[in-house]
């Protein structure tokens, strides 16, 4: 290896360890210590010390002073808008969504698949359903989620099934765990054009969602209305919410270009 190559090489290992910090912020743990940040990437302290240092310097990351914990910066938040605004799927969705939180008071989804979990785009709050936190850029998973059963349901039963392999772990008693189960839910979801959760995910809380496709017909996105149970009210409330989340998800596809058959229902 000549010395062009190991410079290469030496320049690509401190961008990949620079990354694996940044990984360990998350929702759960958003801010950590120099300590924390060496156990849980095993390089050594003077390593952490120097990338996160640099990381500082550019912005992606900051450091209380009274605390000593480090968080992630403005430069990530830059970057996120960068990737968002490109997107097309949320350029065309973004409007819809605060539209269909406005129209019934709940919160409003996008969401895209990527591999095998969900990934929301944008999240809007509705005063029925109020969150201090937003969504945008957190993962789900397929099997439990209305979304994510929306997103699933422009596959064929074998095209699920590789997909999914055995992963389908139950997060409450009406999970559905099998299978043959979520493949039984998407013929369902296909048949009335929406997909439905009921504490599928979390307790207390419900969804509807309906696909989005784009100008060649394949469905791209998902869109939702969801809040807790009370304020979904699916009882008096479900044939409403579903025209609402279908309408919206049109709206949506017509902005990416799908036309629907002549005669035909878009979904």
């Given amino acids: 290896m000549d010395g062009t190559s190991r ?7 401190s961008v990949e360890r620079a990354l694996s910090l940044l990984a360990h912020f998350t929702d759960e743990q958003p801010e950590r210590r120099i300590s924390e940040l060496v156990e849980l990437t095993g390089l050594g302290q003077s390593t952490v010390s120097r990338l996160t240092g640099a990381l500082e310097q550019l912005g992606y990351l900051v450091r209380d002073e009274r605390s000593g914990l480090h968080r992630l910066g403005p430069r990530v938040v ?31 989804n996008v969401a895209e698949r ?3 979990v969900m990934f929301y785009l944008c999240h809007f709050e509705g005063p029925l359903a109020p969150r ?21 349901s422009g596959l ?9 392999g055995a992963r389908y772990p139950a997060y409450t008693p009406q999970t559905l765990t099998t299978v043959d189960a979520l493949l039984d839910s998407l013929d369902e ?3 009335r054009g929406y ?3 009921v504490e599928e995910l979390a307790f207390g809380r419900a969804c509807l969602a309906a696909p989005v496709r784009d100008r060649s017909g394949q469905i791209v996105a998902s869109i939702s209305v969801s809040g807790p149970l009370s304020a979904m009210d699916l009882g008096a409330r479900q044939e409403t919410l579903a025209s609402k989340v279908i ?7 017509t902005g990416l270009g799908y036309l629907a058959h002549a005669g035909a229902p878009l979904h």
């Fill in 7 to 13: 410079v290469a090489g030496a320049g690509t290992q």
């Fill in 78 to 108: 830059t970057m996120a808008g960068i990737a968002l605004n490109q997107s097309p799927v949320h350029r065309a969705a973004r409007q819809s969504a605060q539209n269909l939180a406005h129209d019934v008071g709940l919160g409003a």
């Fill in 114 to 116: 990527h591999g095998d």
């Fill in 132 to 152: 201090s936190f937003t969504l945008t850029g957190r993962t789900a998973p397929l099997h439990s989620t209305a979304m994510g059963k929306a997103l699933l």
């Fill in 156 to 164: 064929a039963a074998d095209e699920v099934r590789a997909l999914m």
């Fill in 189 to 191: 979801v296909r048949s």
């Fill in 195 to 197: 997909a439905t959760e």
């Fill in 247 to 253: 309408e919206y998800a049109d709206q949506v596809s």
